[in-house]
């Protein structure tokens, strides 16, 4: 059997218990529903808020006011699974001190049994009879809106949850082309609720002009996890091995955590291809089986080492779908509420967004996981707060590069993107800074959470306040999906193009409607942002120091351009360094130098001052062979423009001469 590496966490947070984000007000909500509620007059609004913040109840206390007192008859509310319909149930919300309870009659909860067909008569029933509430899937609302007008719509709050199941591309996602639709053709109201908005896929969620239609309101991960009353801190780990991940999965399933285990689809590289034989292996990893409860599917596995039981739910065997119903029911209605229901969950495609089970301390994920959605999703099953759970953890176990196998290439670039996506987290999980402008003859002191930095541009539009207000983890996502950047991340792009070049791209195409000023202004929020959050701080004295670029920097001393010679998501190859063994690291260093990158005509001559400059130092011109991957990134470049203004010359010889070039 072959020993992996020795789990590392890539992000440690611990968070100061505040108790803010789970204590109420006089009308009973909490902090991030109280931000909602001061906005419940905004005809569409968007909620960007991590699990276990209570979107779902902020929007009955904002639907129940659209309804009383903003002549709203209508209140419809999509899912994207059956489970999560759950969390729209009756809920007594008079008792805590609101006005008003939510009441939904069994017959318009769609979530339930049923098929397609009848959901979507009760659905067009519902629209034309006297009551208020209704709960469907995302299927649903689809199926119904074919035999609907888009006018049927008015006078009604319609309500996405998981809003990131949209898509701006209309012609693929009919969810989007739903909502603009009905956005375009009727006076609906709508709430759209998310805890990641952005989608695997790198499409965006809504277009640009589509967006600028919905007033945001954000209350990210860091507000929510430092104002818990029982979690304290979270880790994120990866951790590598070779061979079958069934052989190395025991020395990170930690027995005495709450874990929910998610093993590889079977289409990918990490998959056996037998998920069944995977769960077996898994338990085989825990114990013995002693018995299978045949009215809830849970099975008891006596520990080897210490004789205890242990009870698993497995959410893989999809051939009896009878007990896997039941375990799922047992898991809503039971174990969610009880400590003792269950100790491990075995999932594939379940038990991700909308999963409800408090007690889970540790997520397992076996393979590498294409979508940061996914990932925030499977995070946000361990953060919730319960009595009894100090620390969440995340573990990646992810297959090393193997010299012997044709798929080195796919493999190094899934490690990579792993990580990155981990320090996507890490910048959602750090608290914000409010970032201003030193001015030459500025001695006041920083307020608290604000960084003074020479030659930063601020906000100097609505429009960019409201980005760095409320999209900014978005844009990263953005950033970290574009597959330059997991190649920019390992350092085999200097900083200066990743930070002056490829960021701004990135910018343009998301925000067209940006100036080239305003681009700038974002770009150096993005950069300065991620470099600050990556950084180690420490305190001598009353002075504060911050490591960029392997030396500490006095942060009062802090300006853009120094800044900008950090490479601001390069600590994933040092992360990678660290954790795998020094061949497979030459390895990945090999297969990055060797990928080929190609160069636009604008990244190009950005880097041409900093070739000049490497010449007059260096008295030499940069080389395609050298170890240096700046300079060999500069060599091509060079040999880029070379060509590039041959094939201009030509051009231009061709037009003189009349001649076909």
Known sequence: MTAINKPVNIVDVTYAQTMASVNTDALGMREMQQRVFEQRYAQHLLVKAPPASGKSRALMFVALDKLYNQSRKKIIVAVPERSIGASFASTALTKHGFW??????????????????????????????????????????????????????????????????VSADTESSRLGALLRDVMNGSDVHIVAMTGSYFRGDSVPVLSPEDEAKFTPVTFNYYDQLNGYEYLRSLGIGHHFYQGRYTDAIHEVLDLDKKTIVHIPSVNSGESTKDKIEEVGRIIDAIGHVESTDPDTGIISVRREDTGEIVRVADLVDDTDQKKRGDTLHYLS?????????????????????????PFAEHALTVGYRASLTEVIQIIGRVTRDSPGKSHAQFTNLIAEPDASQGEVKVSVNNMLKAITASLLMEQVLAPNFNFKTKKFDDDEPARKGELKI??????????????????????????????????????????????????????????????EDQIEEVRQQVVVDSVIKNGEVREVGDKRFIKMAEKFVNIDELNINLIDSVNPFQRAFEVLSKSVTPSVLRLIQDTITSTKIEFSEEEALALYPKIKTWVQVNGKRPDLRSEDPAEKRMAAALLFLQKLKQKREAEKAATETGEPS
Not at 488 to 505: C, F, Q, R
């Open 100 to 165: 008003a309870d939510w009441e939904i009659k069994d017959e318009h909860n769609l979530c339930d049994a049923g098929s397609s067909a009848g959901k979507v008569d009760a659905f067009v029933k519902f629209l034309e009879g006297p009551d208020a509430v209704l709960v469907c899937t995302h299927a649903t609302l689809r199926f119904a809106f074919e035999k609907l007008a888009p006018e049927s719509f008015n006078g009604t709050v319609l309500a996405i949850d998981e809003f990131h199941h």
């Open 454 to 515: 020479k030659g930063f541009k601020e906000p100097s539009s609505d429009r960019v306040k409201q980005i760095v207000a409320t999209d900014l983890n978005d844009l990263k996502a953005t950033i970290l999906q574009d597959d330059t950047f997991a190649r920019a991340a390992a350092g085999s792009i200097d900083a200066e193009t990743t930070n002056k070049v490829l960021i701004p791209k990135i910018i343009r195409e998301k925000y067209p409607d940006l100036t």
């Open 333 to 357: 209605h039971t174990a969610s509420k009880e400590r003792d229901g269950v100790d491990i969950i075995i999932a594939l495609g379940m038990a991700k967004e909308g999963f409800d089970w």
